[in-house]
């Protein structure tokens, strides 16, 4: 059965640390994995990654996959409260099938 | 405007009753899907659509019914509302691009 497995599940910390939010992945068939930022309303689209080892980056958040390892993490620097949200991974496996995801890692930043 | 829209976007219905939730896209894309978000389950997957007249279920089809007529359009009907569907409920297309939400309270 394909599944992804987010951890942690929930995070708190103080702006301007970092964090790292993980992702691992077993899919039979994959094509890529998203990684989504949803507040109060519906995901917003952050991250496609396809190939090993080449960070993808937007301002403080970057992100890498490993398939030999099967996971990728999702890091965010000198976090704000605004970064404050659920972090969802998800697998497109083969793209025949709905994407794959995970319950979210919940992330809280306090001033 | 171009994307995925989703109405209504709040529905306050009662049990027993038959509701339809709509969706658009102007993409044009081949896959739709219908997911329900609720607290301690993340996103599932209610039913998808590979293109039109094609559907099928997913991991919490009971309760529900799609139809996919025109590649654009991908509604969701729960033929007799039940208090557990109560939930927000997301449309996506593509490679994961999702509509706006519509938030269902079955009374």
């Known amino acids: 059965e394909d599944k992804v497995v987010q951890s942690p599940l929930s995070l708190v910390v103080h702006e301007g640390d970092t964090v790292t939010l993980n992702c691992s992945y077993e899919?039979?068939?994959?094509?890529?994995l998203l990684w989504y930022k949803q507040e109060k309303k519906a995901p917003t689209f952050l991250f496609m990654l396809t190939s090993s080892g080449i960070e993808k980056k937007s301002g403080r958040l970057s992100s890498i996959l490993d398939k030999k390892e099967l996971f990728s993490i999702l890091n965010i620097t000198a976090t704000q409260t605004g970064d404050s949200a659920v972090y969802l991974c998800?697998?497109?496996?083969?793209?025949?099938?709905?994407?794959?995801f995970g319950k979210g890692t919940r992330l809280s930043v306090i001033a | 405007d171009a994307g995925i829209t989703q109405s209504p976007r709040y529905k306050i219905t009662e049990t027993g009753r038959q509701v339809t939730l709509m969706c658009h896209q102007t993409w044009s894309h081949s896959y739709m899907f219908w997911y329900r978000q609720d607290l301690g389950h993340g996103l599932r997957l209610i039913y998808y659509?590979?293109?039109?007249?094609?559907?099928d279920k997913g991991e919490v089809p009971d309760g529900y019914v799609v139809s996919r007529s025109k590649t654009e359009n991908f509604p969701l009907t729960l033929e007799s509302a039940t208090r557990s569907q109560t939930s927000v409920y997301f449309c996506?297309?593509?490679?994961?691009?999702f509509g706006p939400g519509t938030r269902l309270t079955v009374t």
């Open positions: 998800a697998v497109d496996n083969s793209g025949n099938t709905p994407l794959v």
């Open positions: 899919v039979t068939n994959f094509r890529s």
């Open positions: 659509s590979a293109a039109a007249d094609i559907t």
């Open positions: 996506a297309s593509g490679e994961g691009y």
